[in-house]
T-cell receptor, first 116, second 109 residues
Framework: GAGVSQSPSNKVTEKGKDVELRCDPI?????LYWYRQSLGQGLEFLIY????????KSGLPSDRFSAERTGGSVSTLTIQRTQQEDSAVYLC??????????????FGQGTRLTVV | LAKTTQPISMDSYEGQEVNITCSHN???????ITWYQQFPSQGPRFIIQ?????VTNEVASLFIPADRKSSTLSLPRVSLSDTAVYYC??????????WGAGTKLIIKP
């Protein structure tokens, strides 16, 4: 596609349920990032993929959070046993990586997760 | 990892030039300075990136002094549609960037 696509755009779930968030990056982008953003706050880094491997998972807030990427393309972020504090907008971004340097990251529209 | 300090909010008027300054005293030799723009209910969008001196593109200019401990994003002749949150980021790799709360810029008619 032309841009980074995330689904669903909105998700309301009951506390304790599992949720899966999907990210479809720009074709050819080897790097993929997941972030979380609470209202009025900056982005909180969750995890980074280079190809299918995740060199940096340091931002995952607990073992209830996991992510995978397959075929160097689509990624899913899974939150198990959701809690109310998980409510936020989850953003995905992708980019080229040139010798580890920053290149422009392209963001999706995000998934707004509400845990009730 | 370098942290940045920028004003929480700024106001300006249509047609004015807006300058947003960011402090990054702990910037490392290899770090780049990158600015993103975010509209409500959207993901951030890349504006400009630089290492030193001045960088200009069709949207903005970025001024970086010799000591690189600060940078200034300049938006020429702003319009109402430039109302957004602007983030200043410093680092080498995207996943290492620390996102603060940004500067909320409000453009008035």
């Amino acid at each position: 596609g032309a841009g980074v696509s995330q689904s669903p755009s909105n998700k309301v779930t009951e506390k304790g349920k599992d949720v899966e968030l999907r990210c479809d990056p720009i074709s050819g982008h080897t790097a993929l990032y997941w972030y979380r953003q609470s209202l009025g706050q900056g982005l909180e880094f969750l995890i980074y993929f280079q190809g299918n491997s995740a060199p940096d998972k340091s931002g995952l807030p607990s073992d209830r959070f996991s992510a995978e990427r397959t075929g160097g393309s689509v990624s899913t972020l899974t939150i198990q046993r959701t809690q109310q504090e998980d409510s936020a907008v989850y953003l995905c971004a992708s980019s080229f990586v040139s010798r580890g340097l920053n290149t422009e990251a392209f963001f999706g529209q995000g998934t707004r997760l509400t845990v009730v | 990892l370098a942290k940045t300090t920028q004003p929480i909010s700024m106001d300006s008027y249509e047609g004015q030039e807006v300058n947003i300054t960011c402090s990054h005293n702990n910037i490392a030799t290899n770090d780049y300075i990158t600015w993103y723009q975010q509209f409500p209910s959207q993901g951030p969008r890349f504006i400009i990136q630089g290492y030193k001196t001045k960088v200009t593109n069709e949207v903005a200019s970025l001024f970086i002094p010799a000591d690189r401990k600060s940078s200034t994003l300049s938006l020429p002749r702003v319009s109402l549609s430039d109302t957004a949150v602007y983030y200043c980021l410093v680092g080498v790799s995207n996943y290492q960037l620390i996102w603060g709360a940004g500067t909320k810029l409000i453009i008035k008619p």
